[in-house]
Each structure stands twice: as structure tokens, then as C-alpha cells.
């Protein structure tokens, strides 16, 4: 996979690692590993990257090297929502890991996709974006090569990818729509749960009131931040447990986990620049919830 660009006027004067780095975004390891493995060619001839670039002038930068895992790749069925060669985007169900962990190295989605790559010859590493807890489902953003994930990452970061969550919780929420800003950390018990905390990392969570049901409640809520369970722990705090969520207070009415499904990414295409947005349908278990 090679990213290609023809060098602009405005462009022109510009050192080959100053491209990568300010024009592209690279960032300085990725540089470095394309200067190491002679991943940068102009005019299809290899190039020092301190060479200055003139107006017309063509790049090819490799965007993927032989890459190596220990995950066991296995044919477990799994949804696809959007691919291109830059990245993966999937519908993950509920108890299913994003990542092998010590004790449970098998049917995670890593396995799932690595499986995948290997039938069509894709030749990456399990690059995951936006993650979900096992017993959360819906849309993980996956990059197929370094660049990519370090561009999506940066949107992570800034708040650039959109994520938006359907959930039903206990209880009836009085405010049709709000904000939940409240710092999230660690509890001091366990090495799982998180708390919200005054000394915590800042967390805002938007929500927005789709349905009231008996004794709960059908929302949208919108990540403005991407802090671990947080969206479990805000709703727990405000006394809207998530339904199934014990964890959190939650009881298993009607569903055995939490109610909670990942339901729409928007994103900037970290390659073509393309504003993409992905959907992906209220799982059953939670259909039944709200009917």
C-alpha cells in the first residue's frame, strides 16, 4: 500500500522529511522508519529526505512493511461496515474482547480480523481505534497500517471522531437532553471500576432522551471525551444505571449485559481526507428492551 501525492507550487522548496511531517502529518518515529527502510521515492527513484522538492514532483510513501503478531487467527463471522486499503470499520455483538487478554487468547475480535486479513492477503497488524468493552457492542474504527492510525488517533485525541451510543438505562431521566461533565478515575478497590472523582480526568458525556419505556429509559449519547466506562460510570452516578450493567448497579432485566451499542462514528478519512460517517443497527437483545 503506497500513499501518493504530486507536489504543489505552494509545496515546492520544502525539504522531503518537512513534507512528511508537516504537510502529511508523519509523525517523527514513522519518518524515522521510513528513512531506515527506503520508503520514500520521487519520481519513482529512492531519495534522501533532506532533498528539496519542486513543483510537480511525485512521492510514493510506503504505508505498509512487513508487519508481525502472535494473535491466533481464526474464521469467527463478523460484520463489516466500511473498508478501503486504509481501514477497517466493523460491527462488533456483545461478549466478544476487542484485544486477547492473559487468560482468553481466542475469539476476539483481533482473532477475527487477523483471520480475515490472512484470506485476502492483507499483510497488517490489529490496529483498533475506538475500542469497546466486551459486553458493549457496535462500531470499532480498525487502521490497517501505522499512518493511518496515528492520523485517526489524532482525532481521537481532539475530538475529531465522532462517537455516538444508543443505551437503555433504569429509570425514568427527568431532563429530555443534557450534559454529564463529571472527572472519571480509577477506584481506589478494584483494578476494573472506574468513579467519578474531583481529582479525576475530565469527562463529558451528552445524552439525549429517545424514548421513555416502564421504569427506564431509550437514549443517544455522544462521547465529547473517551474515558474508560465512561459512559457507564456517568449514567451509574446520576442513579441511571445502564440495564445489565452489575457492575455499575445495573440490573439483568430482559438482557444479560449492558445495554449499550456503539450506533455511529463520523470521522475524517486520515488518507483521503473524505468526511465519513457509519451506522450500524440496534442489536436485537436491546430491540426488545424498547418494544
Not at 67 to 79: M, S, Y
Not at 193 to 213: E, H, I, N, S, W
Amino acid at each position: 500500500m503506497k500513499l501518493e501525492r504530486q507536489v504543489t507550487a505552494a509545496e515546492a522548496g520544502l525539504s522531503i522529511e518537512q513534507f512528511l511531517r508537516n504537510v502529511l502529518g508523519f509523525s517523527r518515529s514513522m519518518i524515522r522508519r521510513l528513512k531506515r527502510l527506503s520508503g520514500v521515492l520521487l519520481n519513482g527513484q529512492p531519495v534522501i529526505l533532506s532533498r528539496r522538492l519542486q513543483d510537480g514532483d511525485r512521492i510514493s510513501i510506503a504505508l505498509r512493511f512487513d508487519e508481525f503478531t502472535n494473535v491466533l487467527p481464526q474464521p469467527i463471522p463478523i460484520a463489516f461496515v466500511f473498508e478501503d486499503g486504509h481501514i477497517l470499520v466493523v460491527n462488533k455483538p456483545p461478549d466478544m474482547l476487542v484485544h486477547p487478554i492473559k487468560y482468553e487468547q481466542e475469539n476476539t475480535l483481533a482473532n477475527a480480523v487477523l483471520h480475515y486479513y490472512l484470506e485476502k492477503g492483507i499483510e497488517a497488524a490489529f490496529r483498533p481505534i475506538s475500542r469497546l468493552d466486551r459486553n458493549t457492542s457496535g462500531l470499532v474504527v480498525i487502521a490497517k497500517h501505522a499512518y493511518a492510525a496515528f492520523r485517526l488517533g489524532q482525532q481521537l485525541s481532539n475530538g475529531g471522531l465522532q462517537r455516538e451510543y444508543f443505551a437503555v438505562v433504569h429509570g425514568l431521566i427527568a431532563q429530555e437532553q443534557g450534559l454529564i461533565d463529571l472527572p472519571i478515575a480509577r477506584s481506589d478497590d478494584s483494578r476494573v471500576k472506574r468513579r467519578v472523582c474531583p481529582d479525576g480526568k475530565k469527562a463529558l458525556t451528552y445524552y439525549t432522551v429517545l424514548k421513555y419505556l416502564t421504569d427506564a429509559t431509550f437514549l443517544k449519547l455522544r462521547l465529547a471525551t473517551g474515558r474508560t466506562h465512561q459512559i457507564r460510570v456517568h449514567l451509574s452516578h446520576i442513579g441511571h444505571p445502564l440495564v445489565g450493567d452489575a457492575l455499575y448497579g445495573g440490573r439483568e432485566e430482559g438482557i444479560s449485559r449492558q445495554a449499550l451499542h456503539c450506533c455511529r462514528i463520523s470521522l475524517t478519512h486520515p488518507v483521503t481526507g473524505e468526511g465519513l460517517t457509519l451506522e450500524a443497527p440496534l442489536p436485537g437483545d436491546m430491540q426488545k428492551l424498547i418494544n
